[in-house]
């Protein structure tokens, strides 16, 4: 998906949506936690566990807007396990 800004200006990087983009890493994250932690169920971390869970992984980049909905797509992603 391009951005008509980007159109406009001549930018055509490829924009991805930062909750799908957070929806994505959720689920990819907590597939590894499982995968090497060698379970067959969903893991359970509590809070702090799952803060830098997501710190560790959260892009950068992001606008702080971005950054918020990249997070609730992450959260989203991690409980439909």
């Known amino acids: 998906m391009y951005s008509i800004y980007a159109r406009l200006f001549g930018k055509t990087r490829h924009l991805e949506d930062p909750l799908e983009a957070g929806r ?16 067959d169920e969903p893991a359970i971390v509590d809070d702090r566990q799952l803060t830098r869970i997501i710190n560790h992984v959260v892009p950068k980049d992001l606008t702080r807007q971005d950054t918020r ?13």
């Open 69 to 81: 909905d990249w997070r609730a797509g992450f959260l989203e992603g991690w409980m439909s396990l």
């Open 24 to 39: 994505r890493m959720g689920v990819m994250a907590h597939r590894k936690l499982m995968y090497d932690m060698n379970l």
